[in-house]
C-alpha cells in the first residue's frame, strides 16, 4: 500500500465547475496536511493546509479532512482555466517530513 | 507568503563535474530545509533534511558523499552535485520550513534544472 494515494487523472472539468481532488494516507500519525499546485515546470506552490478534522475554507479552495478515514480532499469552486496544474496531497510524517502522493492531474475546458 | 530562493536556476555541465546549488529564505529563518529531486512525470522524491548547525539526513538510498549538503546559516543551505553525471539529471528543488507559520508549513524554492552531459 502506498503512503499517500491520490488518482493521477487527467481530470478533465468545465470552466465554472467544481474541481474535486482526493487523497487517502496510511500514517494514522499525521497530524498536518498541505495541498500543493505544480504547474508543469515549474515547483510545488502551497495552497492549503489542514489541521484538525472538517472543513477549511480559503477563497476558492476548501479542504476537508477525516483523520478516522484518512481522507483529504480539496475542492476548487468556480474551477477557472488557470488551475490547470498537477495537485499534490502531503501529509507530514516524523521529523516534519512530507511524503508526497504522486498528485492528481487537473485540466479546466473552456 | 514565505519566500525561498534557489540559484542557479538552471545549469549545464560535463559529467564529472561538480555542481553547488544554493537555497536560501528570504523573509524568514529556516532552522530545517529540505531537498528533493524530482524525475519527469513522477512526484517528489525527499533526498535529505537539512538542519542549520549539524549534519544532513539522508534518506534511504541516498548518496551522502555524492550529494554533499552544508547547512551554514538560517538562511542558507547548499547542495553540491560531486563527480555528476548524466543520470543525475533532474530537477532539484528545495523547500524550507518556517516555525513561525501555524502548520509548520514548507515554502519551496523553484528549482534547479540540472543537465549533465
Known amino acids: 500500500q502506498k503512503e499517500v494515494e491520490q488518482n493521477s487523472g487527467p481530470l478533465s472539468v468545465p470552466e465554472g465547475a467544481i474541481a474535486s481532488l482526493n487523497c487517502t494516507y496510511s500514517?494514522?500519525?499525521?497530524?498536518?496536511f498541505f495541498w500543493y499546485r505544480q504547474y508543469s515546470g515549474k515547483s510545488p506552490e502551497l495552497i492549503m493546509s489542514i489541521y484538525s478534522n472538517g472543513d477549511k475554507e480559503d477563497g476558492r479552495f476548501t479542504a476537508q479532512l477525516n483523520k478516522a478515514s484518512q481522507y483529504v480532499s480539496l475542492l476548487i469552486r468556480d474551477s477557472q482555466p488557470s488551475d490547470s496544474a498537477t495537485y499534490l496531497c502531503?501529509?507530514?510524517?516524523?521529523?516534519?517530513?512530507?511524503?508526497f502522493g504522486t498528485g492528481t492531474q487537473l485540466k479546466v475546458e473552456l | 507568503g514565505a519566500v525561498v530562493s534557489q540559484h542557479p536556476s538552471w545549469v549545464i555541465c560535463k559529467s564529472g563535474t561538480s555542481v553547488k546549488i544554493e537555497c536560501r529564505s528570504l523573509?524568514?529563518?529556516?532552522?530545517?530545509m529540505f531537498w528533493y529531486r524530482q524525475f519527469p512525470k513522477q512526484s517528489l522524491m525527499l533526498m535529505a533534511t537539512?538542519?542549520?548547525?549539524?549534519?544532513?539526513?539522508?534518506e534511504q538510498g541516498v548518496e551522502k558523499d555524492k550529494f554533499l549538503i552544508n547547512h551554514a546559516s538560517l538562511t542558507l543551505s547548499t547542495l553540491t552535485v560531486t563527480s555528476a553525471h548524466p543520470e543525475d539529471s533532474s530537477f532539484y528543488i528545495c523547500s524550507a520550513r518556517d516555525p513561525a507559520t501555524t502548520y509548520n508549513e514548507q515554502f519551496f524554492g523553484p528549482g534547479t534544472r540540472l543537465t549533465v552531459l
Open positions: 500514517d494514522r500519525g499525521s497530524q498536518s
Open positions: 523573509d524568514f529563518q529556516a532552522t530545517t
Open positions: 537539512s538542519n542549520e548547525g549539524s549534519k544532513a539526513t539522508y
Open positions: 502531503a501529509p507530514t510524517g516524523g521529523g516534519n517530513k512530507l511524503t
